[in-house]
């Protein structure tokens, strides 16, 4: 057999070897390692984003403050928005989907380990191109919407907006392409006997994201595309001196822009479906009921777009219209907040760390949702739009609801990732000090904005009212600042010295909590077979006739399997280096056109190299350590 | 496809191989890119005529775009052909039918820098006016997409003589390869319909200018 390398005078080494070591996190193909890769650089990138909050909180925490110019505010509240959409919220949610997806779905891996790979290095390529921006003259500074004609060249001068552009292609990319491995995996490889009704609701929600992440982010790529073009090579997409409509940019970019949110908030929802039932011990109330919904705000999440441009004078019709569907995409996701309730009520609770994230998480939506209901009143958005009010909106969904259904994601399966579980009083003094921080922080910005206080400017001046709620709002994120202080000291501590989980901690309820803590490369010495919904507790309880659970008498030891003969796909150079090679296209835009052809030459010479290497090298035999 | 294949797949929940349903799903995002595209050409198209440059009746050659328009699709029998002569296991008919279908898609592509360079010609370019830009950058997209499949068609025959194994042994291989050069081929015939023939309707070529 002829391999790319061999006909290329074997540029590299046959196959990357060795489970240990950087060489071995760079080339990895293992669903698990991919999904810590992607938490710990979400993290990053979420203490990032946290620090250009906190600076535009300082500024604004006094009238005339001059704590940053007004260039760099603007450059401030757009990678802000960028990063903690692009580079927090979806990464960590991608990060649950690749750690847990395979393990409850009784899957050894991803349909393509190798593509699930690339869509990490894309990821991370991208952010870097994003953020390199900061130091090449400029961050982008238009708004995390980019409303045109301000992004043109006219307006927009130096390469911020030209990076803004690059960087969301390469991490659009990153993003199809998992959500392409994950339909894929979550469709064809479920354990015999898991029918689509029986798979948890995270892998649902997942599901339902994948779908929205493919059709939504083509929609966006034309956009931005069509706005590179306009920038680098002359075309009048949105020159509105040419005719163009300014107003064709914000239908493109919230026609991705509203499926992006609920990108945003469905896996905090798998999240918590996940938890309640398990620290309730009882199953999800109304499993079919919560999944449909789910599909159903997925389905509506395409007929709002609009409300965002209530105040561009669309006309009566549109605005009415938009109104109602808004309205209605309210009913579904009440339906979810009405099934948690009810799967907690009668339960025996217990208060852990993720059910605390979890109850704060359906709290902290309620107050979203509502103030989201409010500005589907178009005439009351009017009054709201471009304020404050509605900076706290978001924020009620983006951090109370997303950030919160994460954390309690991290707390409810960092055993199980780790084998160790998080100390429990470090995990609720965090919990605390992250919901009274988050509301000091943000609730008062509703006042702020129905007082007329507009977003995005960088000063006020003094008699306006507004100097007392700014400064709580400030002394806000010093406190949610002290809650990830804690939460960073209880993941060193505990990371070495924290309390053995075992396969079971929290007497769990799907696939992942059947196999060893952290698990084996191969996840499942045996594919499980599934006859129930929560096929773990199914395994371990029986329904007494009071309809209490009964520990079921353990049959015997489940025999021993030669896990020697499992055959696991091999780690690769090339999806590292095809991710390289396309952000080099990019980031030759913005630099010089040589690296994009030293670019395009590797990408090429990876495609090839991928295509024709097999997935699972024939002559390796590994010893399948932890991952 | 009763062929024995060179990696053996495993059993999959639909029964459906993941590389097909990769390529199903490719190709469902794929609608939502040229949707976007296309619509962006529909609601620009008209902003054209009021502005300077060149109207697209004057342009538009719609005898010679529909020549090109029966090479692609003939491309797609030529493609079918290919795909039933790897699941025969017929390496004579695979090859043949495979250079069949780079040589028609490449011949549309030819077609395609004809009419590129003589809309330059006229003075349409892609900075002219909004009719310029969409229509540059729709039928351009599609063109990369149809270059993209000739390269891909071409590895498929260069692969034949160097890893058989590739195309004989795994039709599933020769079968993606359709699918996409048959969506490429079907979204050509919704941009020759709204772009040419919708297009070219009720306009007057002495009307502007």
Known sequence: MVTANELLGGVLAKRPVGATGVMSWITTIDHKRIGILYGVTGFIFFILGGIEALLMRLQLSSADAGIVSPEVYNQLFTMHGTTMIFLVVMPLGAAFFNFMIPLMIGARDVAFPRLNAFSYWMFLFGAILLNVSFLTGGAPNVGWFAYSPLTSDTYSIGQGVDFWILGLLVLGVSSMAAAFNFIVTIVNMRAPGMTMMKIPVFVWMTLIISFLLILAFPVITVAITLLLLDRLFGTVFFDTAAGANPLLWQHFFWAFGHPEVYILILPAMGIVSEILPVFSRKPLFGYTVVVFSGVLIGVMGWGVWSHHMFTVGLGPVANSAFALITMFIAVPTGIKIFNWIATMWGGSIRFTTPMLFSIGFIGMFVIGGLSGVMHAVAPSDTQQSDTYFVVAHLHYVLFGGSIFGLFAGIYHWWPKITGRLLNEFLGKVQFWLFFIGFNVTFFPMHFLGLDGMPRRIYTYSEGQGWEFWNVVSTVGVFIIGLSLFVFIQNVVRTLRHGEKAGNDPWDGRTLEWSIPSPPPEYNFAQIPTVTDRDAHWAAKYSEGPDGRPVPKVQGAAQEEVDTRNIHMPTPSYYPVLLAAGLTLIAGGLVSHLVVSVIGGILALFSIYSWALEPATDPDAHRDHGAY | ?209
């Open chain 2, 1 to 209: 496809m009763a062929v024995t294949t060179h990696e053996p797949e495993h059993p999959t929940s639909t029964g459906l191989s993941h590389r097909k349903l990769l390529m199903w799903t490719f190709l469902g995002s794929e609608c939502l890119f040229f949707g976007t595209l296309i619509a962006n050409h529909m609601i620009n198209r008209n902003q054209a005529e009021l502005l300077n440059g060149v109207s697209p009746a004057c342009v538009l050659d719609i005898p010679i775009t529909s020549a090109s328009t029966f090479v692609l699709l003939m491309s797609s029998v030529a493609m079918v052909l290919a795909v039933t002569a790897s699941e025969r296991g017929d390496m004579k008919q695979l090859r043949i039918w495979l250079f069949m279908t780079a040589v028609l898609g490449a011949t549309f592509l030819g077609f395609q820098v004809y009419e590129f360079s003589a809309f330059v010609d006229e003075g349409l370019t892609i900075g002219t006016n909004l009719y310029g830009s969409t229509f540059f950058i729709l039928t351009g997209f599609h063109g990369v997409h149809v270059t993209v499949g000739v390269i891909w068609i071409l590895s498929m025959l260069a692969a034949s003589y160097r890893r058989s194994d590739l195309v004989i042994g795994n039709p599933l291989n020769v079968d993606i390869t359709g699918l996409y050069w048959h969506f490429v081929d079907v979204v050509w015939i919704v941009i020759f319909t709204v772009v040419y023939l919708v297009g070219a309707i009720g306009l007057n070529c002495t009307e502007v200018v």
